[in-house]
């Protein structure tokens, strides 16, 4: 088993496994409108195929709209 950080949260997962299947695993509800950061570089969605390696930090940040008055 490999471990990783997610947003701050250690995980133990078996490898391979891409971003790609993160997100489902992480249930990420709308991963369209989910930036994700490996080991502090983002990734464009194109490259969301990219295996993860044990000790990998990733971050998903999601990206929120406000209004104004």
Do not use: C, H, R
Not at 11 to 16: T, V
Not at 37 to 60: C, H, P, S
């Amino acid at each position: 088993m490999a471990k990783i950080k997610v947003n701050g949260e250690v995980q133990e997962l078996k490898l391979p496994i891409t971003l790609s299947e993160l997100l489902i695993l992480n249930q990420v509800a709308q991963p369209d409108m989910v930036s994700i950061q490996l080991n502090g570089e983002f990734v464009y969605q194109e490259d969301y195929a990219t295996i993860i390696n044990d000790g990998d930090e990733i971050d998903f940040l999601y990206f929120m709209g406000g209004g104004s008055k």
